[in-house]
């Protein structure tokens, strides 16, 4: 088993990942023992994993309450919310019970955030079941809800008290989610890491394809890059802001189009592929670096284009961004592949970076650079 | 000005206490100069302070924002919270901007929770406008709004930067709120110090015709021994419990009644003498004691006697209390003036404390043991 803690003193715990560990009986023992669990889930994911995760998690727990939601980026939101509330409160769960998030980022999101409000915080256990939760959003304690005025507007750092990582669930996972996924653990190493970027640059067809050992170490090395950044800056004050390197153009997309559209790793990708040609026109990346970077996210089968959202409502969308200091929005730059920083940039040359790479659909076009 | 330390580490902060501070620009000038400022507030409240606050706030601040709520209990839930989102997303506030709690206990609960959550949290300061938030609500950190199935379910222990409380403020107070707000006044005394409780009996009148020096001590005790209860105990893990005294009747009441019906306080004042009765048929307190308690509640202008629920909403009632344990109930007992413990209690004894103190009518009876 591969192990990784994230120290964070108080409130430190480790992720663990092997293929198998999602039915591991003495694993769920260590945890659970004697409590009352509630495992939140949603539709897609329930078919595959909930019985049989209930079944192993049974064997140790003093009851088991089983919230199915309905799967979705855009079912992230306060109504699927107070489902989970309501379905705790029916149970008469209360501040013992132990939540399990099962499912991908947007459970993994809602289900932390109902997990940190519920008589104002119950312990939880991240069970992340596809690529992108697997690298990214199961670490690190961010949990939320997404606005009518901008995504994750709503939410809570609180952190898991361990997350169980388990490969083997990638199998039922169609193409496209792998793609989205690997576009986190691209970002991971465009930002922290040129040796482990270089490493994707042998291994990309690899890693699409599922292949056991590689997946299992790229999970392990982007779990470690976040781990490392999250326990610099648990609460976002500085450094932990660079994981959003791709993500304010990215945001918007997802925004701009409709929450769900575009898948999120998939809109990243593009906004990856745009923050890279703005580190270009900063002065601050080589233009040939910036090639490679968008060289491998096509590689990974992912959009290197935006949509074409107009100009004005570019500059809305990203005047939301939660990095922004009194609506204006700021970038995390690339300064060579594997560093980077968050800067304010001129707005003109936000611009000419989108006009770069403005795709003629609004449909996600993956793997264009592709031969 | 009384200046009170609440030690929590590196979440520490400070409760001011002094007439007129409200309107102290160099107070004021401390917290919030060159940053943005969102005032939270419902429509009573901002007829009398909201405009005072924003000009000695403006002076300092760069930029305001005010967000009017509706008052009362029953605007406490998802609707009321998101419609501050919707202001502070509106006005473009981000992760800098400081957010005011300028209210009662509602709005502290609610502006706190929206502070909590906003961006995954802001820094808030709470401005106590009523004695009940004066004394307890707004003090400790506990945020959070109510749910169909039982009150204060969704929130999180999220601490203020300060706590500003100007005792003039009061003056507009309606008498059946101040006579709410010192029924916690009267629990933290009873729970935690018999001297504070012997010179509420000599000086209850005085506090009740809100004579200044009376209400800034009584303001000033209070707020210590609850600032020295969250101290111990930041997260309920245990003492902080002890706060909880009269509530597990108290929630029923009010939850049982439909939210409003009977104001926090009231329910509060007739579950204490349910609890003290069950303190005493638990034979942990003298029934002269549990008189005296009794009799400070009745001079007070406070119901003593609860609406006839039946017991079996009673028990559906208290079982989602959030002290409960997989259902069953525990409750703050009495082991004298000034001392208390967390029990579970026999359900029968529980039946005949309630039973006891049962009023004719639904509606709440002040002050029936007045002359």
């Given at each position: 088993?591969?192990?990784?803690?994230?120290?964070?003193?108080?409130?430190?715990?480790?992720?663990?990942?092997?293929?198998?560990?999602?039915?591991?009986?003495?694993?769920?023992?260590?945890?659970v023992a004697g409590r009352q669990v509630a495992i939140v889930t949603d539709t897609r994911v329930a078919r595959h994993y909930l019985e049989p995760l209930a079944k192993v998690v049974g064997q140790a727990a003093d009851g088991i309450v089983k919230i199915v939601l309905e799967a979705g980026e855009h079912n992230k939101d306060w109504k699927t919310l107070d489902e989970i509330f309501d379905g705790l409160l029916a149970a008469r769960c209360d501040r013992n019970t132990i939540l399990i998030a099962l499912g991908g980022g947007v459970i993994g999101d809602i289900a932390g955030f109902a997990a940190a409000s519920f008589m104002r915080g119950i312990e939880f256990i991240q069970v992340p079941t596809t690529l992108l939760a697997q690298v990214d959003s199961s670490i690190g304690g961010k949990t939320g809800i997404n606005h009518a005025r901008g995504k994750n507007m709503v939410g809570a750092f609180y952190q898991p008290r361990a997350v169980l990582i388990d490969p083997a669930t990638l199998a039922s996972l169609p193409p496209r989610e792998v793609a989205a996924g690997a576009a986190e653990v691209i970002k991971h190493a465009a930002i922290a890491s040129r040796p482990h970027f270089e490493w994707l640059e042998v291994r990309i067809e690899a890693l699409m394809a599922l292949e056991a050992e590689t997946v299992a170490q790229a999970i392990e090395e982007s779990c470690r890059i976040k781990a490392g950044v999250v326990a610099a800056?648990?609460?976002?004050?500085?450094?932990?802001?660079?994981?959003?390197?791709?993500?304010?153009?990215?945001?918007a997309i997802e925004a701009g189009l409709g929450y769900g559209t575009?898948?999120?790793?998939?809109?990243?990708?593009?906004?990856?592929?745009?923050?890279?040609?703005?580190?270009?026109?900063?002065?601050?990346?080589?233009?040939?670096?910036?090639q490679r970077l968008t060289e491998l996210i096509g590689r990974a089968r992912l959009p290197v284009r935006a949509?074409?959202?107009?100009?004005?409502?570019?500059?809305?969308?990203?005047a939301v961004d939660k990095k922004s200091l009194r609506g204006a929005p700021r970038f995390v730059l690339l300064k060579g592949l594997g560093a980077a920083s968050l800067e304010a940039v001129d707005a003109q040359l936000v611009k000419r970076a989108i006009d770069a790479n403005i795709a003629e659909t609004r449909t996600p076009v993956r793997g264009e650079l592709l031969p």
């Open positions: 088993m591969r192990q990784i803690p994230v120290e964070l003193g108080e409130g430190s715990y480790r992720i663990d990942i092997a293929a198998g560990l999602l039915c591991d009986a003495s694993w769920w023992a260590s945890q800056d648990e609460r976002e004050g500085g450094v932990r802001a660079l994981l959003n390197f791709g993500h304010t153009f990215g945001h575009w898948l999120h790793g998939e809109a990243v990708a593009a906004g990856m592929v745009q923050a890279a040609e703005l580190s270009v026109l900063c002065g601050r990346l080589a233009r040939s670096d910036a949509p074409d959202l107009g100009w004005q409502r570019w500059q809305d969308l990203m």
